[in-house]
């Protein structure tokens, strides 16, 4: 099987369930940010830190391609079975979160992103998040997304906040405050 097609030469993509449409589609830039967003998080995992956030972050990008599924399925004509986003798949952030949490110091004051490359690399992530949530946000206002799809990416990107912290903490690296100019 040759990587490419020579289909997408005119500037339009398939969807799962045979839709061709533009590449330019919301649903395209929805699941081509968490594709993006999964690529970073593969950076963070590549970095020297906890075998423990290693394993973590490898179910996250697991779960990152089942979001990817279901944003590229299309929801009327798909008739292949994709995986599944579960409760416990949100469960799991939220262990992973309280758990990093537990050791943290409490926040008094905003953060300025950066102290370390790793951490740096875990706030990236954090707003490629944020940007695919918002992307997936529009494309609900026209078309059908899971609900856990919202919930999922809501979470993740509190988890990248904490993981980042979490990072900062581990690696010693200083967490700067904003201190508003006022």
């Known amino acids: 099987m040759k990587v490419y097609t020579k289909k997408g030469d005119s500037g339009t993509t398939q969807l799962i369930g045979g839709t061709r449409v533009p590449k330019s589609s919301i649903r395209i830039e929805a699941y081509g940010t968490i594709d993006e967003l999964n690529s970073y998080i593969g950076l963070i995992r590549d970095q020297e830190i906890n075998q423990e956030y290693k394993n973590q972050l490898i179910e996250i990008q697991d779960r990152l391609f089942t979001i990817g599924s279901s944003l590229a399925s299309d929801p009327e004509k798909s008739g292949m079975k994709i995986p599944d986003l579960l409760e416990a798949d949100i469960e799991f952030l939220e262990i992973s979160i309280d758990k990093m949490d537990m050791e943290l110091p409490p926040m008094k004051f905003f953060v300025l992103p950066g102290g370390h490359t790793i951490?740096?690399?875990?706030?990236?992530?954090?707003?490629?998040?944020r940007r695919s949530e918002r992307i997936v946000v529009a494309l609900?206002?026209?078309?059908?997304?899971?609900?856990?799809?919202?919930?999922?990416i809501n979470r993740l990107?509190?988890?990248?906040?904490?993981?980042?912290?979490?990072?900062?903490?581990?690696?010693?690296?200083?967490?700067?405050?904003w201190r508003p100019r006022m």
């Open 157 to 177: 990107s509190d988890y990248l906040f904490v993981l980042s912290r979490k990072l900062a903490m581990d690696l010693k690296a200083i967490e700067q405050p």
């Open 140 to 152: 609900k206002e026209t078309e059908y997304v899971n609900e856990m799809v919202f919930k999922y």
């Open 119 to 129: 951490v740096s690399y875990c706030h990236i992530a954090r707003c490629i998040c």
